[in-house]
Each structure stands twice: as structure tokens, then as C-alpha cells.
């Protein structure tokens, strides 16, 4: 302990949303009673530059040399004022916050004499605490300045490139053959009509070109260990049997293999070989043979491509391949994944032929599609002159348990509509929608430019489709809200706006990762406020729809946050650690391995020591989570800054009744001799 | 001026009222996306009948417009409504509730009235004519006689209807 304490009690109103329920003059005046409390106030906005000021200069007159601040929660402000403890010359880890605000005055609105009780309490329990802390070295670890981002979507992309631009080494994982995403798949983009990609393709050779950026593509990221400045990172490189290096995409391969599959990059409206490259644009310009339509490896016959192949390049010996790799933060751009309708069953989508998806229909209208831009529908290839949408397919539907809006299904409609009406203005296009969500920059006039084409806007979502088993025409049963009135159209085809759902793999990705998913299924943002691009998890950042459901702009948006998250992270070169991390009492240490066990950050090691194997915690990977100091059994791991002298103290302060009883006596006596 | 004015007077109150009895707790979830009309077997031929309205009714709180329709008697209790709401609306379960309102009210539909009445009287929804214990004695299935009126009696002062009773004639 470093001198006496003197601490300072600040009890701040939050403006009304403490003050309104929690008596806080009652609790600061409450707090001036408690040994070794110096000065206790309450005051509106404490975390406020004049808050800070008088925290300041309490510390200088009073020489206080601990603060104590009852406010919001930890995760909000703690970091603030552990800056404005070193501001005044202390060290960090003696500053202690009591949060009253999540966990009293906005869960006891209802309750304000116990609330304030509450308060009260929780304050007692902090100076009890605050009398026992100690303070911490602040230290710095080197942090490595190369980034990992899993995903080549427009997210991935762009997070990729802003990094390689500012010298950061960036390797790139996507699971796919070539890098691209769905923005690939678009036709145009909303509302400004840009063709996707015209736009995106020269990003994707750009990306492939910068010589700070290494692709991996047909590959998955395995295991991610370590933290942030010192992430390990396991990929596995699937086989692609032709050679990346050699091949030059020249594609007669693919001409001559005699395989057909459907190609998923077209949604399988189109066909591609076994041998392949998903789409002409693709990047890397490699092609990839897909084992499970091969000949050679179904059936033992053909190589065919092998024999044409000028450049040498296929090999059917490949094999999969782990590539290690260290980084200083991860950037997840994993994307989405498009709801599938089959199990709604009243819109017949896999059973009727011309229902189809939005993504399918950009496919469609594609000029390097199935149908290479021609609007034509599937069943029998002839024009479809009536066409139907069908909004809020798979979003906010609690059947298929998703409830939230999936923001881009309304402009991608009207987007669709007006494509249509532009090429085909004698078309009849109808879009049934529930609520038209037209909230970005120039989406309302865009909206306004589609019923300028005359495209029907049908305020009722349809029930029902009826095919007409000799034309595989449709008829759709809807009712129109405003007049009150059922109608029924006949159309050629109708489009189903499917909305994003978190992609396959994403639970894998979470563990790996060792981040959370919201309710929704997307992964979690630290503060949906303040930290939109961070996960709880230091030096692990996401971009794009893996977060929740984006458009373009938004992705690239949050790309570039991203990356200027890793940049503020890593620039330095050097990163802050942990300062509240397990220690080890060697003499105790009895060499169980218990703690081994436990540690889910592999932070643990047996060490000889003195004469005997004692387990030994690395300062840079142990995450301070406290399981190793609960568990061991001879007492001989505590974690610093939350010791168990300190914890006994804060239970003490609540309940002193309670540690009366003999059995709890008992536990902290001993604990105190330990 | 009040006779030839056409707004309604809202009662705010009402959507708890309905909310609070069993069935009626999903009617909050409601966003007016129409499928529960659009898949009505009742509503494609009767154009009167319009779920979404009962519902937008009810919410808004047009008492009138909910429980005097004659048109809420007309729901067929198919739940096609139920199965194809994206939002967990139970809007069969919600009709009942509105009716058994509309009932306690003294609204009630002639038609359901009659029915209601035979049960008091017969036990059944209609006493057994003639000609249908001809058909059975053909089949060679015993005669279906009339039930013991008193015990009918009975059951109806156990099953405390009466209070439905007294409304079916007001």
C-alpha cells in the first residue's frame, strides 16, 4: 500500500437519469461518513469537462490519492476516467466506479427510498474496496503492424485496401474460388444506377495488385489465438488443383472439360463446368476444379484439362494446406447470406417456376448472367410483361424468426421496377410492400422517380400465388389496405425481395473468434452507439453486413471505419496490456495443472522453478478473467486488481451480518491468511 | 351538427380491454401488412369482411366500428390468418374475443341468437324432427330421443350463461 488512503466520492445525476430516482445528495452526504472518505459530492454531469476539472483539483487540494465515482457503467466510462487519473498524477488502477444508473435508478424507477438504499450500499462497498487497491504498471507490449480480413466482399475489400494504402501488411481470406461477395452478383446499384461491376471490379484488381495485400482465396480461417498486437492466426488453404502461380486463366480448360453443374454464382440459373472460375471478372483470374462434379475424382476418368493445358498448370495432387500467420488485429467482413423462401409455403418458390428471388432476378437481368441481360422468365425463356414483387420476404416475419427490417429489400425492388419500366415501359409492374422504408440519400427521390415510370405501389402483402399449370402463369391475391378491397393480378412472374440472414459458418467464426452475436444473429458491435465498428474483443473489428443487414455505401462506410480502428490501434507500433492479470505465488503453486485446464486464452505454462514445476501466466495473453485464481486449490493464483482481500472487503461492506455466521468467518479468516 | 357528422369518437381504452382477455393478447403485434385479408376464404367473397380493419378498429379505438359490425359474425375459425401472420397475430383467437364482447354488449347476430337459444331449450342446436329418425330406423340405428329438459336446465344454471342469457334478450 503506498500511503493512507484519501479518497474522493463523486456521485454524479447523469443529469435526471440517476437524480430522478437515487437521492444522490442523500448518498454523497451517506459517503462522507465512510472511513477514509476526504470529499464527497454529487454533481450533474460528471464525466463533463468541468466534472473533470473539479475531480482535478480536489485531487490537488485534498491530496486525495483514490477516487471513487458512482455514475453509469464501467463499460461507458471507465476508460475516461482512468485518463483523468493519470491527468492528476495517479495511477489508474486506483480509481474505482460504482455503476448506479444500469444497475439502480433505470431497473428501480419504480422504487426511488430503495433505489437511493441501493445506492448507498453499492457505495460503501466501493470505498471498502477502493481502501484496498493497489496500483498497477502500466505497460506496453511491441504490436504487430499487419492486419488479417476475412471476407473479400465489398466490406473485406475496401478494409483491405485502406489498410495496404497506409502501409499495413493485410492478408485477405475468402472461402470462395475469387474474391467479390454478392456485390459481384448485382446488376446495378441504388439509387444512382450504377452498374456494380463497373464499379467494383477495378477495386478487386486493385486489391489483388497491392503488394501489401496477400490473397488467400479458397481458404478459411481455422483458429485465432492470441490478442490484440499478437494474434495467431491458422488458415486452411483448400485444394483448388490448378496451380495459382501457372495458371493464367486462359479457360480452355473449361472449354474442354465435359462436366456441366449449376453455377452458384448465378444463383444455379446458369451452368458452369467442373473446371471453373465463378464469374468472367473473377479475381484471382484462376480457375478451380470442383471435386465433386470432376470426373477424374467421381469417377477415376477424363483429365481432359489436364491434357490442354498449355501452362501446365492443373494438378491433381493438391492438397489442403494450413497456412500460419501472425497479425496485430482481425477485421471480420464476413458478409450475409440470402434468406431462402422454400419455407414460406404460400409463395411456392422451388415449386413455381417464374417465382424467383431478388438475387436470382439480378442474375437474370445481368449482363454476364444466364441470360446475358435479357429480361426473359424462366419457365419457357418468353418476356415476362406483367411482373410482381413481393416485399418483406423473410424479414420482420416471427415464422421464420426473423424480426428485424433488412433495409435494403425496398430499394433493391424499386430499383428492379425501374429497370424494368426504363427498358420495357409498356410492362405492368406492381410492388405489394407493407411499408416503403425510403430513409437514404436520394432514395426518396428515387422512389418518386419509379411512380413518375408508373410502377404500381400495392400497400398489402399477398397471401396467396396460383399458377396456372398449362402457361405457368401466376395469379396473386392481395389485398389493397386503402381501398379495403381484394384484388387479384395476373402476372407472368413474380420476384420475391428476400431479405439477409447471417451467413452459415457464423457460429464457427464466434468461437474462433471468441466474439458475440446479437439476438438477431448478427455479430455484435461493443456500443451500438459509440463503438459501431469494435467487438468487445480488442483488436477485432467488423465491417459490412456481418453486423446486421447494409447496403453498399454503408459497408464501405463501415470499412473504412474499420480500418481506421486497426489504424489508431496499431500505428504506435505498441499496445497497452492488461494491467489486471493472474499472478502466481510460486511457493504455493503445487504444479496441478488445474489452471492449464481452465485457461481458455492458453496463457498458462509450467515452468522449473525453483526445483519444482510451478505454473507460470503470460502477461501478454492473459485476458485478467479471474477462472485460474477461483479454481486453484492451494490458493496460489490471484488476480491483481481484483484480489481476494479486496472482494471479501466489498461483502463484507454490504452485508456485515451475513459475515457473522460462522461458516463465512471461517472462509475469510483463512482467506486472509493466505 | 351531431346528426350529420361522420368522424368517430376514439376510445383509447378499448385495445387493453380486448388485450386483457385470453385470445386477445396478440392484437398489439399487428403492423397492417394485409395477409391476414389476403388469405380470408370469408373476405374473397364477402367484401364487407376486413380482418385488418377489425384490427386497425381495435386498436385505434372504434368501439362501434369493432363490435356493431355485422360482419364479425362471418369468420369461419379456418386460422389461415393465424398461419400466414409474420407477426404471431391470433387473429381468430382475437374474434372470438371481440364476439363474446359484442355478446355481453347485447350485440348479437339474429342467427347465432336462434342457435343459442335452441341449445337452451333442446340441449342441441335443433330439436330432432321426424324424418331424421325415419333415416336412422332405415340405417338400423336406434332413435335419437329429446333430452331431459330439466337437466339441460340445469347444466345451462351450472355453466352460468345466464348472464349470456339475459343479453340474448335485450
Given amino acids: 500500500m503506498i500511503e493512507n488512503p484519501r479518497i474522493g466520492v463523486y456521485i454524479c445525476h447523469c443529469g435526471l437519469n440517476i437524480s430522478a430516482t437515487v437521492d444522490v445528495k442523500a448518498v454523497a452526504t451517506f459517503a462522507q461518513t465512510l472511513p477514509d472518505v476526504v470529499v464527497s459530492r454529487d454533481y450533474k454531469y460528471t464525466c463533463s469537462d468541468p466534472g473533470q476539472e473539479m475531480i482535478k483539483k480536489d485531487v490537488k487540494e485534498h491530496k486525495l490519492n483514490r477516487i471513487i465515482v458512482a455514475a453509469c457503467s464501467p463499460r461507458m466510462h471507465e476508460p475516461t476516467y482512468r485518463k483523468l487519473m493519470e491527468e492528476a498524477g495517479l495511477n489508474p488502477y486506483l480509481f474505482e466506479m460504482v455503476n448506479i444508473r444500469e444497475q439502480d435508478s433505470w431497473v428501480h424507477m419504480q422504487e426511488p427510498a430503495k433505489a437511493t438504499q441501493k445506492a448507498k450500499e453499492l457505495v460503501s462497498m466501493a470505498v471498502a474496496r477502493s481502501r484496498l487497491l493497489e496500483p498497477l504498471e502500466v505497460k506496453e507490449v511491441p504490436a504487430l503492424k499487419s492486419v488479417l480480413v476475412i471476407g473479400g466482399g465489398i466490406a473485406g475489400i475496401q478494409a483491405a485496401l485502406d489498410l495496404a494504402e497506409q502501409d499495413y501488411k493485410v492478408c485477405l481470406v475468402e472461402k470462395q474460388p475469387t474474391i467479390g461477395g454478392h456485390m459481384a452478383q448485382l446488376d446495378k446499384t441504388f439509387p444512382t444506377m450504377d452498374c456494380s461491376i463497373c464499379i467494383f471490379a477495378p477495386k478487386m484488381v486493385d486489391v489483388s495488385k497491392n503488394p501489401n495485400v496477400t490473397l488467400l482465396t479458397n481458404s478459411e480461417v481455422q483458429e485465432v489465438s492470441g490478442v490484440a498486437g499478437n494474434f495467431h492466426v491458422k488458415i486452411l488453404k483448400k485444394p483448388r488443383f490448378v496451380n495459382e502461380k501457372k495458371c493464367v486463366g486462359c479457360g480452355v480448360c473449361a472449354s474442354k472439360c465435359p462436366v456441366k453443374a449449376p453455377n452458384e454464382f448465378d444463383m444455379n440459373l446458369g451452368m458452369r463446368k467442373a473446371v471453373y472460375i465463378p464469374f468472367p471478372q473473377g479475381v484471382p483470374a484462376v480457375y478451380t476444379i470442383d471435386k465433386e462434379h470432376c470426373l477424374y475424382f467421381t469417377k477415376g476418368v477424363c483429365k481432359i484439362c489436364e491434357k490442354f493445358c498449355e501452362a501446365k498448370a492443373i494438378d491433381f495432387t493438391q492438397k489442403e494446406q494450413i497456412v500460419d500467420l501472425d497479425v496485430g488485429a482481425v477485421v471480420v467482413a464476413t458478409g450475409f447470406e440470402p434468406f431462402d423462401p422454400s419455407s414460406l409455403k404460400e409463395f411456392q418458390y422451388g415449386k413455381f417456376k417464374n417465382v424467383v428471388t431478388s ?140 431479405g439477409m440472414i447471417p451467413p452459415k459458418g457464423i457460429q464457427d467464426l464466434t468461437r474462433i473468434l471468441r466474439i458475440p452475436r446479437g439476438a438477431d444473429g448478427f455479430l455484435l458491435e461493443a456500443h451500438p452507439k459509440l463503438r459501431p465498428v469494435d467487438t468487445p474483443t480488442l483488436g477485432i473489428f467488423l465491417a459490412g453486413a456481418c453486423q446486421g443487414p447494409k447496403d453498399i455505401p454503408a459497408s464501405v462506410a463501415q470499412a473504412k471505419a474499420a480500418a481506421s480502428g486497426v489504424a489508431s490501434l496499431l500505428s504506435r507500433g505498441k499496445i497497452r496490456t492488461e494491467s489486471s492479470i493472474a499472478v502466481v505465488n510460486e511457493d504455493f503453486c503445487s504444479g496441478c495443472k488445474v489452471c492449464i485446464s481452465l485457461c481458455k486464452y492458453d496463457a498458462i505454462k509450467m515452468n522449473e522453478k525453483k526445483g519444482k514445476q510451478v505454473a507460470t501466466v503470460s502477461e501478454v495473453t492473459c485476458m485478467g478473467c479471474g477462472v485460474c485464481a477461483s479454481a486453484c486449490p492451494t490458493k496460489s493464483i490471484s488476480l491483481r486488481h481484483f484480489t481476494d482481500q479486496q472482494i471479501l472487503a466489498q461483502i463484507r461492506a454490504l452485508s456485515p451480518e451475513l459475515c457473522q455466521s460462522s461458516v463465512t468467518t471461517e472462509q475469510v479468516n483463512i482467506k486472509e491468511k493466505t | 351538427m351531431q346528426a350529420i357528422e361522420k368522424t368517430i369518437k376514439l376510445d383509447p381504452k378499448f385495445k387493453y380491454e380486448v388485450s386483457e382477455k385470453p385470445g386477445g393478447e396478440s392484437v398489439r403485434h399487428c403492423f397492417q401488412c394485409g395477409k391476414c385479408e389476403a388469405t380470408c376464404p370469408i373476405a374473397r367473397f364477402k367484401e364487407q369482411y376486413r380482418p385488418a380493419q377489425v384490427i386497425r378498429a381495435i386498436m385505434l379505438g372504434c368501439r362501434e366500428f369493432a363490435l356493431g359490425s355485422p360482419t364479425i359474425w362471418l369468420c369461419a375459425t379456418c386460422y389461415s390468418c393465424s398461419e400466414r401472420c409474420p407477426q404471431g397475430v391470433r387473429f381468430t383467437d382475437i374474434m372470438r374475443v371481440i364476439r363474446n364482447m359484442a355478446v355481453a354488449e347485447g350485440k348479437v347476430n339474429p342467427f347465432y341468437k336462434k342457435t343459442a337459444e335452441a341449445i337452451i331449450q333442446f340441449g342441441r342446436t335443433f330439436d330432432s324432427p321426424d324424418f331424421i329418425n325415419e333415416m336412422r330406423c332405415d340405417l338400423g340405428l336406434p332413435p335419437v330421443t329429446s333430452l331431459d329438459r330439466q337437466e339441460i336446465a340445469k347444466i345451462i344454471g351450472e355453466l352460468k350463461v345466464n348472464r349470456s342469457k339475459e343479453s340474448l334478450n335485450k
Fill in chain 1, 359 to 498: 438475387l436470382d432476378f439480378e442474375r437474370l437481368i445481368s449482363a454476364f448472367g444466364p441470360k446475358e441481360g435479357k429480361l426473359v422468365r424462366p419457365s419457357d425463356g418468353k418476356e415476362p410483361h406483367r411482373i410482381a414483387f413481393i416485399q418483406c420476404v423473410g424479414s420482420r416475419d416471427e415464422r421464420t424468426g426473423n424480426i428485424y427490417c433488412s433495409n435494403i429489400c425496398c430499394m433493391s425492388a424499386i430499383k428492379q421496377a425501374v429497370l424494368i419500366k426504363e427498358k420495357h415501359p409498356d410492362y405492368e409492374v406492381y410492388i405489394f410492400y407493407n411499408d416503403i422504408r425510403a430513409f437514404g440519400k436520394g432514395f426518396e427521390e428515387f422512389y418518386q422517380r419509379a411512380r413518375d415510370l408508373w410502377v404500381n405501389f400495392v400497400k398489402g402483402i399477398p397471401a396467396e400465388l396460383v399458377e396456372d399449370p398449362d402457361t405457368k402463369n401466376l395469379t396473386i391475391r392481395a389485398v389493397d389496405l386503402v381501398l379495403g378491397k381484394m384484388v387479384e393480378v395476373d402476372l407472368d412472374m413474380v420476384i420475391l425481395s428476400i
